[in-house]
């Protein structure tokens, strides 16, 4: 992992990303570019990125899809939030936010890669067995792809009466 003898500063800040969902299903996965100064370069991953300063996070998706794919964000609905607390080594608190967005297969004929090496369009089985998927979209994707069966689960929260 490239990115772990970097002596590039990595950014650190909240930031977004898409589970892109075809009509059928699939999820349209990046293969992030192999270059040492970003976070898990080589690794797959979801669509998304860094949220500037002053910028909502629906403007922030909008603007890293039409900059990686020339894909026009539609509806995004909220799926989850990651909250990474990483005041014990100096810094603040960040979060990673997940929406849903559905991609028509017309939409996604357009679109054009512009970041990243490769980009695929998988079942959800397929994209969680994937090589050197990142860790926080891979388990971004796991709770999407699952959700239905994870929902009243024995991983569901115990009630509260």
């Known amino acids: 992992m490239n990115f772990l003898t970097s002596r590039t500063l990595l950014r650190i800040g909240h930031a977004v990303a898409a589970l892109l969902v075809l009509e059928d299903g699939r999820y349209i996965m990046q293969l992030r570019d192999e270059v040492p100064d970003i976070w898990y370069p080589g ?3 979801l669509f998304g990125g860094g949220v500037d300063t002053g910028e909502d996070d629906i403007a922030a998706l ?5 900059e ?15 909250n990474y607390d990483l ?5 603040n608190c960040y979060f990673r936010r997940y929406f849903e967005v559905a991609v028509s297969t017309a939409a996604w004929k357009r679109a054009v890669l512009h970041e990243g090496s490769d980009v695929r369009a998988l079942p959800g089985e397929e994209a969680l067995s994937l090589p050197w998927l990142s860790p926080y979209d ?5 709770l999407h792809h699952n959700r239905a069966r994870l929902a009243g689960s ?4 115990p009630s509260s009466t």
């Open 138 to 142: 891979a388990f971004a994707l796991f």
């Open 62 to 66: 909008r603007r890293e899809l039409w």
């Open 68 to 82: 990686e794919l020339e894909l026009d964000l539609g509806e995004a609905r909220p799926f989850v939030v990651l």
């Open 43 to 45: 690794h797959w991953g």
């Open 154 to 157: 024995i991983y569901a929260p």
């Open 87 to 91: 005041q014990p080594i100096g810094l």
